[in-house]
C-alpha cells in the first residue's frame, strides 16, 4: 500500500454544504436569491443560472429527494455565519465555581460578610463550593465545622439549592451550592 492518499476517494464534507461543482446529483430543486421556487432543474442548469448572476449554487438541504439548492453568494453567507455563532459565544455565562471558605471558628459577622459574597457569586450565575477547613486538633471535632456548613446552608436557603452534599476531602469538608 503506498504512502499517498486515493485519488478516487471522495473529499470529505465535514466543512459545511456542498456548493457549485461538489453537488454530484443529477437534478436539483432550486431556490433563487429572493426566496422563488424555481422547481426542479437539472443541476447544469441550475449551476449555469448561479454563474449567470455571479453567484453559488449551494446545496441546503442535501437529504431531500431531488436536494434543495439555493443560489446565493457563499462567502457573503459564510460571512453571516460566523458573525451569529460569535454573538451567541458572547451572550453565553461561563458558570464557575466560586470558593467560600470558612472555618469551625468563623465568627457570626465573619459569616455574614461570606454570605453577601455568596448570594453575590449565585446572582451572577456562578455555584458556590462552601471549604470548611480544619486545622491540627480541629480534625477531632468535625462536628463543629459540619455545624458551620450547615449554618451557610441555612442563610443561602432561600436563593440556593444544595447540588452535591457534605463530603470530606482530607483536612476540608466541602458542600456545592447552586442557584434555585
Known amino acids: 500500500m503506498s504512502g499517498r492518499p486515493?485519488?478516487?476517494?471522495?473529499?470529505?464534507?465535514?466543512?459545511?454544504?456542498?456548493?457549485?461543482?461538489?453537488?454530484?446529483?443529477?437534478?436539483?430543486r432550486v431556490i433563487d436569491e429572493e426566496?422563488?421556487?424555481?422547481?426542479?432543474?437539472?443541476?447544469?442548469?441550475?449551476l449555469a443560472l448561479a454563474l449567470h448572476k455571479q453567484l453559488d449554487l449551494v446545496e441546503i438541504a442535501p437529504n431531500q429527494r431531488p436536494p434543495v439548492c439555493r443560489i446565493?453568494?457563499?462567502?457573503?453567507?459564510?460571512y453571516e455565519e460566523k458573525k451569529k455563532e460569535q454573538a451567541s459565544r458572547r451572550k453565553q455565562?461561563?458558570?464557575?465555581?466560586?470558593?467560600?471558605?470558612?472555618?469551625?471558628a468563623t465568627g457570626q459577622h465573619d459569616l455574614e460578610v461570606k454570605m453577601k459574597q455568596a448570594r453575590q457569586?449565585?446572582?451572577?450565575g456562578d455555584k458556590v463550593l462552601v471549604c470548611c477547613l480544619f486545622r491540627g486538633r480541629q480534625m477531632a471535632h468535625k462536628e463543629?465545622?459540619?455545624?458551620?456548613?450547615?449554618?451557610v446552608v441555612k442563610l443561602l436557603a432561600d436563593v440556593a439549592k444544595?447540588?452535591?452534599?457534605?463530603?470530606?476531602?482530607g483536612r476540608r469538608m466541602v458542600l456545592l451550592?447552586?442557584?434555585?
Not at 464534507?13 to 456542498?18: M, N, S, Y
Not at 446565493?72 to 459564510?78: C, I, L, N, P, S
Not at 463543629?144 to 450547615?150: H, Y
Open 93 to 104: 455565562h461561563q458558570v464557575q465555581i466560586k470558593e467560600l471558605r470558612v472555618r469551625p
Open 144 to 151: 463543629v465545622g459540619e455545624q458551620v456548613v450547615r449554618e
Open 162 to 169: 444544595v447540588e452535591s452534599g457534605l463530603r470530606m476531602e
Open 35 to 46: 426566496n422563488k421556487q424555481l422547481g426542479i432543474m437539472e443541476t447544469a442548469d441550475a
Open 72 to 78: 446565493m453568494d457563499f462567502g457573503k453567507y459564510k
Open 121 to 124: 457569586f449565585l446572582a451572577d
Open 6 to 28: 486515493d485519488s478516487r476517494r471522495p473529499i470529505s464534507q465535514d466543512r459545511g454544504p456542498r456548493i457549485n461543482h461538489q453537488i454530484r446529483i443529477r437534478q436539483v
Open 177 to 180: 451550592l447552586s442557584k434555585k
